[in-house]
């Protein structure tokens, strides 16, 4: 049985990795792959109770994540649908090439710990495309963002997928990871934002020749602002929420969620339908990428049959034989989510190791947040923020591979350094 689950797994993890050569979308794999996976553990085990409360046990646990990840992405939608987020585009203003690209660093960085690093992209991208006139000057900003957005992510519970995974499983809290990893991955982007900008010294910023007023803006500033930081607040007192009540996050993204919605009906009360259905929570609903999340249910239940059949525990044995240094562990960890999807990489570590052995906020799971959030970004194929830039800007591997992954690789290792001299220094 063990052999079959571990051909099974890494043929669908195969499929997932070469989902752009095969033309198979990533979450059918999945899906197929947890299928295949469950059915051989079922029909293999002689104790069926057992392997469905093995099965409960990973549904909720999967469940817990997907409704913290559809509030969240139904939240920005409402956000972007009453385009909330030319609150910040509009005040970002320069002439230099230079200095933009520090501005757009650090508004990617922070924007992506409140929001997420895939949906900061796409906004962030969005955004230089109304600067920048000159498509090369906008490759070398979209590496940047890129960059910055998975950095900015590692560093927050809300930021990344695979760090909302660690709190939600309670490896890590949200003060910690934030005192821990704000500065590893402030380093990380900064070493090749420092080199881009020095690169692009001195060039003026030519601007496209947009086309004046506000096209197709329908809202107010007044709903504009209103829904920006109702959104942003909303999701920033989610870990508020949850230190307070002891909650699951996901109940408190579900409170915002129709605080949120709320809020919306009461504003557009008086509004025709036409004009307000592309402006309510229900049609953000329909626009949220249901293929993510259907992804997401997929692999995280794939990896939890490797779990309850002692699998990964067998694999951490293995790597603590062969590569004995917890430090190198989690830095080829982060090294291979540039190649493959980082979510089952770290859905596999929580399995591998577990709460007993290494308590919450542990060394191990604090730099495994840092390492996958940020080595997705050595290649543009290895995080959902570099799949959206490449989609936007046509951005091309190999361009990428030749400009950016090395400062990426650079940086990547700078903040591991700064992580592990600040962990040394403080306990």
Known sequence: MLTALVIVFVVAYAAIALEHPLHINKSASALVGAGLLWTIYAVASSDAHMVGEHLAESLMAT????????????????????????V???????TSLSSLM??????????????????????????????????????????????????????SPIGDV?????????????????????????VSMIVPLAVTAHILRGRPVEAPAAPSGEEGCSTSAFERNLMFFLGLGILIAVPVFKTLTHLPPFMGILFGLGILWLVGDLVHRHKDDDDKQHLTLAHALSRIDMSSIVFFIG???????????????????????TVGRQDLIVLIIGMVSAIVDNVPLVAAAMGMYSLQQFPPDNFLWEFLAY?????????????????????????EFFWY????????????????????????IFH
């Open 88 to 94: 910040i585009t509009r005040r970002i203003k320069t």
């Open 162 to 186: 695979t760090t909302t995974m660690l709190w939600i499983g309670g490896q890590i809290t949200t003060l910690a990871i934030m005192q821990s990893v704000l500065l590893p991955a402030l």
């Open 371 to 395: 390492c996958a959030g940020t080595g997705g970004s050595i290649l543009i194929i290895g995080s959902a923020a570099g799949v959206a830039a490449m989609g936007l800007e046509k951005i």
């Open 63 to 86: 469940a817990q994540i997907v409704f913290f990840l559809m509030g969240a992405m139904t939240i920005v939608e409402v956000v972007d649908a009453h385009n909330g987020f030319e």
């Open 401 to 424: 591979m030749k400009r950016i992954s090395l400062l990426a690789l650079v940086g990547y290792f700078a903040g591991a350094g700064c992580y592990l001299l600040q962990y040394r």
């Open 299 to 321: 692999i995280l239940l794939a990896v939890a049959t490797l779990e309850h059949t002692h699998i990964l525990n067998a694999l951490a044995e293995w790597l603590e034989r």
């Open 102 to 155: 520090w501005l757009v660093g650090f508004v990617t960085f922070f924007l992506s710990a409140m929001l997420d690093n895939l949906t900061t992209t796409i906004v962030m991208v969005s955004l230089i495309r109304k600067l920048l006139a000159r498509h090369d000057d906008r490759l070398f900003f979209a590496g940047i963002i890129i960059i910055a957005a998975n950095s900015g992510g590692a560093w």
